[in-house]
């Protein structure tokens, strides 16, 4: 069965703190790895998708890194509207169902 | 461009009664799925219904069921309720036959409370 573990819990940075969010998986075969952002009383909104080691992606301040074990989500000089809880997801071949890990809640203090 | 559109929004429902939830889709999309969310299990996959056929289940109970009808709306109905179904319910859209392959609309979800 497909694990998806999300680290840490919460995390809080003064604006301009750069960090990290990991993401670390157990799949039988990876398809996609997804991140997606989710804002208080809304659904999740798709950020990236990644489907291979050592691929990269960029949006804005957040950039996802991806290796056999686990992705990352790296946020440079973040801002107080980056706010929001980060959701990691997987999908394998085998099984066609989104995995989702139970996410961390970033919080960019003014 | 409407999006994904979750009705009703908020809920409340005493233990044994059912609840029926509905989604309907970004225009063109034929893929629909469900999840629920809870704060200690985060996102866990209920269904997907793709072309009025439901193509995966998730490891939820009978209690747990769904439909989706020929113009891709989608409806989730949960019987004889117990406290622990209280939870977000989310629906998401995608173009692909297998919705969690790519990339997903979701809706702002139905907030189920049961007492």
């Known amino acids: 069965e497909d694990q998806v573990t999300q680290s840490p819990e919460a995390l809080r940075l003064q604006e301009g703190e750069s960090s990290s969010l990991n993401c670390s998986y157990t799949v039988s075969g990876l398809r996609g790895l997804f991140w997606y952002r989710q804002d208080p009383g809304k659904g999740p909104e798709f950020l990236f998708t990644?489907?291979?080691a050592g691929e990269e992606k960029e949006k804005e301040r957040l950039k996802a890194t991806l290796t056999k074990k686990e992705s990352f989500l790296h946020i440079t000089a973040p801002k107080p509207e980056d706010s929001a809880t980060y959701l990691c997801a997987v999908i394998d071949f085998g099984n066609e169902k989104l995995t989702f890990g139970t996410g961390t809640r970033l919080t960019i203090i003014p | 461009k409407a999006g994904v559109t979750q009705t009703p929004r908020y809920l409340i429902k005493t233990r044994g009664q059912q609840v029926t939830l509905s989604c309907s889709p970004i225009s063109g999309h034929r893929s629909v799925s469900w999840y629920q969310q809870t704060p200690g299990q985060g996102l866990q996959f209920l269904f997907e219904y793709f072309s009025e056929t439901q193509r995966n289940k998730g490891n939820f109970p009978g209690r747990f069921s769904g439909r989706q009808f020929s113009n891709s709306r989608s409806e989730m109905n949960v019987s004889t309720l117990e406290l622990g179904d209280s939870a977000l319910y989310l629906c998401?859209?995608?173009?692909?036959?297998?919705?969690?392959?790519?990339?997903?609309?979701f809706g702002a979800g139905s907030r189920l409370t049961v007492l």
């Open positions: 990644l489907y291979s």
């Open positions: 998401a859209s995608s173009l692909a036959q297998v919705s969690g392959a790519n990339v997903l609309t």
